[in-house]
């Protein structure tokens, strides 16, 4: 392997970073001697986030997250372009949208994008900027959306990039149901996190009744979605503590 072209060695580690937990790759590559271990070192210093808070369209956050050594730096330069850059985070409070120097300071090729929503109401423009995101891959909204704006955050769901949907504690109302629906039937969709597993019954028998009658099209016959409850997270009660005895987290995986 020492007489691979580097190429191999960046497309081998971009793919680690794509995976759920690219830790015990790291962990174990590292050690190691030659052109391996030299590039996984490498990786390791250089690897990043970069992630941006807005507040009414103000930004008031803007830093690197080396997350593999667990080291926070501010971001100075200009990141754009910026090939270690593996994701990009943005992080809404307060009706915030994406100001245009914003987008263009963020925009990178080579990183995959996060949307945090902590925030009640988004825009059409908001959801236009995200959707020219072609790797937008995790949304997570962290309060509860009015009406219009699930209808325009369901359009990210749809979009065909995203593999992750995260919902808080408003994850239980009949609105963030039907998102999480529709999230079930997407090929790209992979994980779906809730910090309640007060809907769970609901969703198995969702998933129990042919889902793929709900498709426009067809599921992708190797289709899995792991399905994550924070049995630990807010709003926990006695009747779910019962159901779920001495289990923080609870993983369905449907097929």
């Known amino acids: 392997m020492n007489d691979l ?17 690219p830790y015990p ?28 808070c807005l507040d009414k369209d103000r930004v008031f956050g803007d ?4 997350w593999l050594k667990d080291e926070i730096r501010p971001c100075d330069g200009d990141p754009k372009n910026d090939q270690y850059i593996s994701r990009v985070a943005i992080l809404l409070f307060a009706n915030s949208k994406v100001p245009r120097e914003v987008a263009d300071h963020i925009r990178n090729p080579y990183a995959s994008y996060e949307l945090m929503l902590e925030q009640e109401t988004i825009s059409r423009e908001l959801v236009d900027a995200a959707l020219s995101w072609k790797q937008l891959t995790l949304l997570n909204i962290g309060t509860m959306l009015s009406d219009s704006s699930i209808e325009l955050c369901e359009e990210l769901v749809r979009n065909g990039n995203l593999t992750q949907l995260n919902l808080h504690d408003w994850a239980q109302t ?11 039937c997407q090929d ?9 597993a007060d809907v769970l019954e ?14 426009e099209g067809t599921l992708d016959d190797n289709h899995q979605v792991y ?3 924070d049995c630990a997270g807010l709003g926990k009660g006695e009747e779910e503590e019962a159901y779920l005895p001495q289990t923080r987290e609870l993983r369905l995986l449907f097929t």
Request: hydrophobic letters at 50%; aromatic letters at 18%; one cysteine or more.
């Open 5 to 21: 072209p580097a190429v191999f060695y960046e497309a081998l580690f971009r793919l680690s970073q794509s995976t759920r937990s």
């Open 188 to 196: 790209s969709i992979r994980t779906v996190w809730l910090e309640t």
């Open 63 to 66: 830093y690197l997250f080396y």
């Open 174 to 184: 009949e609105r963030a149901v039907e998102m999480i629906k529709i999230a079930l």
């Open 227 to 229: 399905m994550l409850f």
């Open 25 to 52: 790759f790291f962990q174990y590559a590292i050690p190691l001697s030659g052109n391996f271990g030299i590039f996984a070192r490498f990786m390791h210093e250089n690897t990043c986030l970069h992630a941006i």
């Open 202 to 215: 609901e969703l198995l028998a969702f998933c129990s009744s042919n889902l793929g009658k709900v498709v």
